[in-house]
């Protein structure tokens, strides 16, 4: 279902005209509004009237995170305070906050975009959704919660936590819709599978699931446990925060980005240059209608692919694949790049292996090590009475899997079941022993 068709579907060139005249708005207004804007672009020799064409906007220099904390926590806003009707902020594990202001126009925003990440999962007025996004500074409860009341369907705001709570009203009030981080989702079901409870025989007919990333074989572990489609939704509070991108039900392949309101770059991480679509890269975004924190060429380091091939849903807004991950997440181990959720991905086409797993890394010598902890599931680890051959059969079949598909060494440990911690909002499934 379109939400929005006018602009959902809008021709692309007249998409790109709908760009370029909204980014010269905003590049004018930033100009006059945000000091560190008029400083960033006075350095580079560019005045707004130099964008005269989307190709232009290259010559324009990045935004990045440091900017942003060096104008903490109010200066990069573009509006007064008076403006602004709600804060946001994103805590980060290091470093101060990031803050984000909105001004009521920017509410209604973000609503008819979430309602587009709704409709795109398929739900209407009739659907009844279970919001267990974080509520409070974290975009992801307030954000989905303004988009589903916008769609007109019915909200639970259950928040994060309190989970055998969440699964008596999953089973009591019978939504058709859940809102949460994967990681959540798959803890929902275990302690549902606990509590004797058929997850899989829930209401719930669809998960719309984001904020970090996760694998397509995650995809099919949680569609399994509880007999939903399992759809990404992307978002980053700088940039608004849930809704800047969200995969449709009928094509279920990468994640349309509502271009109509955001202009995405890819770019080569270490030179800045632009990527062509289907390079892969670190995303850039230029917000095309925030009033009160309008950001230029923001520099996310999430690092994926774009894809403008035509959509069977008829969107025409690109789409962007899988967040493999953050550039700042991405692991090197011995010198071979790679992303937690490979890892997981090739973790998860082995059976006997449950979706629960810490990665540490540390340090010998010069040599970086790399431990892969994971659980066993519970009925190889019944079958194998505590017998340590069979667990080391496949501890040897994922070390050589490890090695063979992502060309790393690792040292593999099973787990028992349910020995793991478990999230209840973000995973941090990394230890970096290396930084203490
Ligand atoms: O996580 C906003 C959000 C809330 C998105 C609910 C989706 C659902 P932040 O806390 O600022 O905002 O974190 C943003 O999370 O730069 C990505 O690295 C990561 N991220 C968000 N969605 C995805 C996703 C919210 N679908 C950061 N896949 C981003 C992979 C994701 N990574």
Known sequence: MIHNP????????????????????????????????????????????????????AKFPFTNKQDLRDNYPFKLFAEPMSA????????????????????????????????????AAGLTNKDMIHNAYGYGLFTGGLGAHYGAEKLGASVIPMSGGNTKRQIMLLQDFAPTAICCTPSYALNLAEQGREMGVDMRALKLRVGILGAEPWSEEMRGEIEDALNIDALNIY????????????????????????????????????????????????LVFSTL???????????TRDICRLNLDP?????????????????DDMLIIRGVNVFPSQIEAVMMNVSGVEPHYQLIVDREGSLDTLEVQVEVNDALFAKSGGEIKVLQGIEKKLKKDLKDYLGISAQVKMVAPKTLQRFEGKANRVTDKRKI
């Open 289 to 299: 209608t925030k009033e009160a924190f309008p950001l230029i060429r923001y520099r």
């Open 6 to 57: 006018e602009f959902e579907m809008l021709p692309r060139p007249e998409l790109e005209a709908l760009q370029l005249k909204r980014l010269q708005q905003v590049a004018q207004k930033v100009y006059n509004n945000v000091p560190f804007y008029k400083d960033s672009f006075d350095k580079a020799g560019l005045k707004p009237q130099d964008l005269r064409s989307l190709a232009d906007l």
């Open 84 to 119: 602004v009707v709600r804060l946001h902020a994103s805590s980060g594990t290091t470093g101060r906050a990031t803050v984000v202001g909105y001004t009521k126009r920017d509410i209604e925003t973000w609503s008819e975009l979430m309602a587009r990440c709704f409709a």
């Open 311 to 327: 959509c069977v849903c008829g969107r025409t807004h690109v789409r962007m694949g899988r967040v493999m991950g953050r550039s």
């Open 235 to 282: 978002g980053l509070s700088e940039i608004m925060g849930p809704g800047v991108s969200m995969e449709c039900l009928e094509g279920k392949n990468g994640l349309h980005i509502f271009e109509d309101s955001f202009l995405v770059e890819t770019i080569d991480p270490k030179t800045g240059e632009v990527l062509k679509p289907g390079e892969e890269g670190e």
